[in-house]
């Protein structure tokens, strides 16, 4: 399975890095945040979309980068030496990469858990952090954290451009590292395993370790783009993690499509700016508009609203290539 056609992404990236410069600070600050959601729904279109993991907690793994971020930068615990931004994101991805490897060997090892209760485990243990997070005072419980210092960016480091070129840049070396990654033999065997995880397994691979590689991967990208999420909004509250967030990103990727990472990086952003659109112009009935969208675009194109003609461009550029 190949994503979008290289010359359509290159064409997207270099189209976003031209936003600073048609647009205020205010939406360039904004779709700074919006690139980094866009980043979380490449997550879930890697364990989802490409290897058939349905997971319906991925927020938890987007909240715990964030946490991570706030709590280190903030000097939360002392038994963390330096407080410094760079190594807080490393420390911050780290730490979701290892919560989402723990979580996979829970739900993985053995003889494993799949389809709907994979999704019901993982929406409650998402349920169960969120709520352990809001009863926990040293992590601001409903309050949040505020006040996360910002990247170090330059003189002014709230300044808008460059965190938005930071964030642009980091979304384009996931998204094309991704890429070459599932061009590799790993992303062969990722189609396997979504298609026929049986075969793949009397080849004499191991389902469980795939399985466990690709979710502890997808994780790290959550943690990724919620510490970025943090840095840039110099906030961590309760609702980076549990139902509502996670919800939201399947939301993203289903209508994109799963199974491009370039669709569900491009909705998450798109419906982003559709919601703050919306809601000004809609009021209440923002939400109901929205979700009837959802239902008729799914039931229409059930590939996805942008995957599917990005699918299409690619099918005939191989046809006469």
């Not at 000097?75 to 979580?103: N, Q, Y």
């Not at 997070?133 to 808008?160: E, I």
């Amino acid at each position: 399975m190949r994503d979008a056609p290289l010359p359509v992404a290159l064409a997207v990236f270099a189209g976003l890095g031209l936003v600073p410069f048609v647009l205020g600070d205010y939406w360039t600050g904004q779709l700074a945040r919006y690139v980094l959601f866009g980043l979380f729904a490449m997550s879930l279109a890697l364990v989802w979309g490409r290897a058939g993991i349905l997971c319906f907690g991925q927020a938890m793994f987007f909240g715990i980068g964030g946490y991570a971020m706030a709590t280190v930068t903030l000097g939360t615990f002392a038994a963390v030496p330096f407080t410094a931004a760079l190594p807080a994101l490393v420390l911050a991805v780290a730490v979701a990469a290892a919560a989402a490897l723990l979580v996979a060997l829970f739900l993985f090892w053995g003889a494993g858990i799949g389809g709907a209760y994979l999704a019901a485990v993982t929406l409650a243990l998402a349920a169960i952090l969120e709520q352990a997070v809001r009863g926990w005072y040293g992590l601001g419980a409903d309050n949040g954290l505020s006040g996360v210092p910002p990247l170090p960016l330059g003189d002014n480091p709230w300044d808008p451009r460059p965190i938005y070129f930071v964030v642009l840049a980091v979304a384009a070396a996931v998204y094309f590292g991704l890429l070459a990654l599932l061009e590799s033999r790993f992303g062969t065997l990722l189609t396997a395993l979504r298609t026929n995880p049986e075969r793949l397994a009397h080849l004499g691979y191991s389902v469980v370790a795939l399985r466990v590689a690709v979710f502890t991967l997808g994780g790290a990208i959550a943690g990724l783009a919620g510490a970025l999420f943090v840095a840039t909004d110099a906030f961590a509250s309760p609702s980076l993690i549990g139902f509502a967030l996670s919800a939201e990103v399947l939301i993203w990727v289903a209508l994109g499509g799963r199974s491009v990472l370039l669709a569900a990086f491009l909705a998450a952003i798109l419906i982003r700016v559709a919601e703050a659109y919306l809601s000004e112009t809609l009021g209440p009935w923002w939400l109901l508009t929205l979700g009837t969208l959802f239902m008729v675009s799914v039931a229409a194109v059930p590939n996805g609203v942008l995957a599917t003609p990005l699918l299409w461009l690619q099918g005939r550029l191989r046809r006469t290539s």
